[in-house]
């Protein structure tokens, strides 16, 4: 079975600061997606940032960037700069690409708070 | 260029009565998910649907839970008889392509809350 696993629940980080969430997964497919989601308040899921596993280059977006580690199956989300909208859940992801088909699998979430 | 759409944004229903949540995926995506969102816990898959055929649905309750995305028309997911332990966010996402296809990934919508009263 595919799992994701985000084994912080909770952070909190000063604003400026720099905080990296910690997600692996676990999947014996060689080809498959990663993405990081943010769930404000408003509950709309947002797309932070993804990565495509044959690329070896870590994804970046902005303050937000990725440390892909295929061998260790793991994808932590480093956020820098961190801003109070950066307060949010955020969610770890895993899609597969194969004929069989799957669905996004998500991880339970870390609650991320930003004070000033 | 409308995102996923997801109605009602609220839905209250009594123990016993049935909920119909709708999901409408962004223009010209033939895939859709749906997740449930319990408190204090992270999005649950529920079903992996295209048109017209459900692909996946490993984690559909086996009773009352039902859903469906028609050739014309949004996705519907349908749950009869509901009891409270069903009040949680419903979300629904679509994506442009689906298995064995480079570049997915999906769009949410904001979900539905249902509340069982």
């Known amino acids: 079975a595919q799992t994701v696993t985000q084994s912080q629940p909770e952070m909190s980080v000063q604003e400026a600061e720099t905080v990296t969430l910690s997600c692996t997964y676990d999947?014996?497919?060689?080809?498959?997606?990663l993405f990081w989601y943010k769930q404000p308040p408003s509950r709309q899921m947002i797309l932070v940032i993804r990565?495509?596993?044959?690329?070896?280059q870590n994804a970046t977006e902005n303050r937000f960037s990725v440390n892909f580690q295929k061998a260790a199956k793991s994808f932590s989300l480093k956020i820098s700069d961190s801003q109070l909208g950066d307060t949010a859940m955020y969610f770890c992801?895993?899609?597969?690409?194969?004929?069989?088909?799957?669905?996004?699998?998500f991880g339970k979430g870390t609650t991320l708070s930003v004070s000033s | 260029n409308a995102g996923v759409m997801q109605n009602p944004r609220h839905l209250v229903r009594r123990r016993g009565q049935e909920a119909r949540l709708r999901c409408s995926p962004v223009?010209?995506?033939?895939?859709v998910y749906w997740y449930r969102q319990l408190p204090e816990e992270g999005l649950k898959f529920m079903v992996y649907?295209?048109?017209?055929?459900?692909?996946?649905e490993s984690g559909m309750p086996k009773e009352r839970f039902s859903a469906e995305f028609p050739k014309e028309g949004p996705s519907i997911l349908r749950i009869q008889q509901v009891v409270r332990g069903d009040s949680a966010a419903y979300f629904c996402?679509?994506?442009?392509?689906?298995?064995?296809?480079?570049?997915?990934?999906?769009?949410f919508g904001q979900g539905t809350r249902l509340t069982v009263v």
């Open positions: 996402a679509s994506s442009p392509k689906g298995k064995g296809t480079l570049g997915t990934e999906a769009f």
């Open positions: 992801a895993f899609m597969t690409v194969n004929q069989a088909g799957t669905a996004l699998i």
């Open positions: 649907l295209q048109k017209e055929n459900i692909i996946d």
């Open positions: 223009k010209g995506h033939s895939h």
């Open positions: 999947t014996s497919e060689n080809n498959y997606y």
């Open positions: 990565q495509e596993a044959y690329k070896q």
